[in-house]
């Protein structure tokens, strides 16, 4: 078991002028169950990873002590298991069985052990292959359970889990609550980030609401939390228990074709598939992990080669270069007419600041300085990413890093916009923010194409959806 004590904790990553946390004081006794929230931006990945251990000294700045049954993380990581919010980043080996034993086999558990183990912990998050799977092979979902059953098999007195089921399809998040759920006992102490509060809910019974910019804004049972701070908590951004949010409908019916898709695939990530994508109209692709929602939309964005089948592009989006298919279009054709956002934010960032990131798009389509300084100041602005214009794109909280990776993509003002989960680590506020933008970017006839699992997301947005691998209620897709 494993008791948490911070006592005017902060954290200033090295190269930032603002701190990720600051006068933080908590405890958290053996066995309790804490759901984290705050804004995004408030410092909850970074509290989890300083509770795991994993904030070296010449990384950043501490205030304050935090301590795990006394002693400094660093010293007490035996104890604790984590999943961060982007699995690939603990993912080690090539084989699923191999990337769970890892964790067992560095902590000296005995190889007898270590099997029944791994197979214990596959089942419990409901991984649907065998030990041999290929981690390469799999889904951003599928690598997210396999991440928590390496993290449930180590059997840690302290389980850190940030945003577990962001990425997981209805039935998977259910698998994985279930699994959480079995996992926590009195001899497991939880601290769990999650923005699907009203699911998360009966896993707690303690919920603790960081401020932005220093200390605790709340803490306390569940049901006082959010009757005595609801309203304020709302007004801040932070996501509480509530109905689902009003439909943003589009001002107008669709408009022309942008891009047809005639049984387009890529064996075995994506069976043949149709589509067609229209101006002035947002399209949800949906369905379960593993189903290829992520290689479509990179299909769609020109930025894989098809395997099977044709994907064509009408005049509307691609001008003279509609005789050839998106993935033949050279780069800076392509950054003008697809904007595309990955699933990993961290994936499509190559400069060292913010500013310098967004900057990028418009200079390589031609934009003048003073217009390349209007469209990212506005973006900046608009995307609450200003006060981090100078920051490193990969020191930003999850949140920050999604809003920025949707900015570059828009920053070229692109006639079709691609969006692999964007609302990923969003706060209620920038959530809000979000829809509004892309609501906009359609009424004003640009297409919309968002790879989602944020039923929130598609009812407040989607005029459309398309389902791969087939719906849960067994409808038509």
């Not at 509480?240 to 009003?246: F, I, K, L, T, Y």
Request: cysteine-free; aromatic content about 4%.
């Amino acid at each position: 078991m494993s008791a948490v004590e911070l006592r005017g904790f902060g954290w200033r990553h090295a190269g930032r002028r603002a701190w990720a946390l600051r006068d933080v004081d908590l405890r958290i006794e053996h066995g309790e169950r804490v759901l984290l929230l705050g804004a995004s931006g408030a410092g909850k990945s970074t509290l989890l990873a300083a509770l795991a251990g994993l904030l070296a000294e010449d990384s950043g700045e501490q205030a304050g002590i935090v301590e795990i049954d006394g002693l400094d993380p660093r010293k007490a990581r035996e104890r604790v298991g984590i999943v961060f919010q982007d699995p690939q980043t603990q993912l080690v080996m090539a084989r699923a069985g191999d990337d769970v034993a890892f964790g067992l086999e560095n902590r000296g558990v005995p190889v007898a052990e270590i099997w029944p183990r791994v197979r214990e912990a596959l089942a419990r998050v409901g991984f649907p292959y065998d030990l041999q799977r290929p981690t390469a092979a799999l889904s951003g979902g599928e690598q997210q359970r396999l991440a928590l059953a390496g993290a449930l098999a180590l059997r840690p007195g302290l389980l850190l889990l940030d945003e577990p089921t962001a990425n997981l399809d209805p039935a998977g998040a259910a698998l994985v609550r279930t699994a959480i759920h079995a996992a926590v006992d009195a001899d497991t102490t939880l601290i769990l980030v999650e923005h699907r509060v009203a699911e998360a809910l009966p896993l707690v019974d303690r919920v603790v609401v960081l401020e932005p910019g220093g200390g605790v804004r709340a803490d306390g049972p569940p049901a006082t939390v959010f009757a005595v701070h609801g309203a304020e908590l709302v007004d801040a951004g932070v996501w509480v228990p509530g109905p689902p949010p009003a439909p943003r409908r589009a001002a107008s019916p669709p408009g022309e074709v942008l891009l047809t898709a005639d049984r387009l695939g890529l064996p075995p990530r994506l069976a043949p598939t149709d589509l067609t994508v229209r101006a002035g109209e947002a399209l949800a692709v949906l369905g379960p992990n593993g189903a290829g929602k992520s290689t479509l939309a990179l299909l769609l964005g020109g930025l894989l080669r098809p395997g099977t089948g044709r994907l064509a592009a009408t005049p509307a989006l691609a001008g003279r270069h509609a005789e050839r298919p998106p993935h033949r279009w050279r780069a800076p054709v392509l950054a003008r007419r697809i904007g595309s956002v990955f699933q990993n934010p961290e994936h499509q960032f190559v400069a060292a600041t913010v500013r310098a990131e967004l900057a990028l798009g418009p200079a390589r389509t031609g934009r003048s300085a003073a217009e390349i300084a209007t469209i990212v100041d506005d973006l900046l602005a608009r995307l609450r990413l200003d006060r981090l214009a100078d920051a490193n794109p990969y020191t930003l909280s999850g949140g920050q890093a999604r809003r920025l990776s949707v900015a570059t993509a828009l920053a070229s003002a692109p006639r079709l916009v691609i969006l692999d989960e964007p609302t990923f680590g969003q706060d209620r506020r920038t959530w809000w923010e979000l829809v509004d933008l892309l609501a906009g970017l359609r009424d004003a006839g640009h297409g919309i194409v968002t790879v989602t699992h944020d039923a929130d997301f598609v009812a407040a947005l989607a005029d459309r959806t398309l389902w791969l691998g087939g719906r849960p209620d067994g409808g038509p897709a």
